[in-house]
Nanobody, 115 residues
Framework: QVQVVESGGGLVQPGGSLRLSCTTS????????VAWYRQAPGKQREFVAR???????DYTDSAKGRFTISRDTINFTVNLQMNSLKPEDTAVYYC?????????WGQGTQVTVSS
């Protein structure tokens, strides 16, 4: 069973930065496409960013130029560096690991952008 654990959320002022981390258990990490999603109150969960085992990346338009996704294969971790945060980035951020068609979700981490 693969476990997915997010960390790094918190409260930050507009314009600030946070780095979220997603750590997976198991040796299958090398085959995982890992994505971040977020869900704001009263809204549907939406895609934020994705990184493939080959380190190819993809971002939603609102994240381009502000967020950077990267993977650390030694520590089985994917990081999401978020800069220039806006109040509309406030949401619970979820990590999703797709390992050869099998998906695993973490419990989520809260990000609040407020002055």
């Amino acid at each position: 069973q693969v476990q997915v654990v997010e960390s790094g959320g918190g409260l930050v002022q507009p314009g600030g930065s946070l780095r979220l981390s997603c750590t997976t258990s198991g040796s299958m990490f090398a085959f995982a496409t890992v994505a971040w999603y977020r869900q704001a109150p009263g809204k549907q969960r939406e895609f934020v960013a994705r990184i493939t085992p080959e380190h190819a990346t993809d971002y939603t338009d609102s994240a381009k130029g502000r967020f950077t996704i990267s993977r650390d294969t030694i520590n089985f971790t994917v990081n999401l560096q978020m800069n220039s945060l806006k109040p509309e980035d406030t949401a619970v951020y979820y990590c999703n690991a797709d390992i050869i068609g099998q998906e695993y979700w973490g419990q989520g981490t809260q990000v609040t952008v407020s002055s």
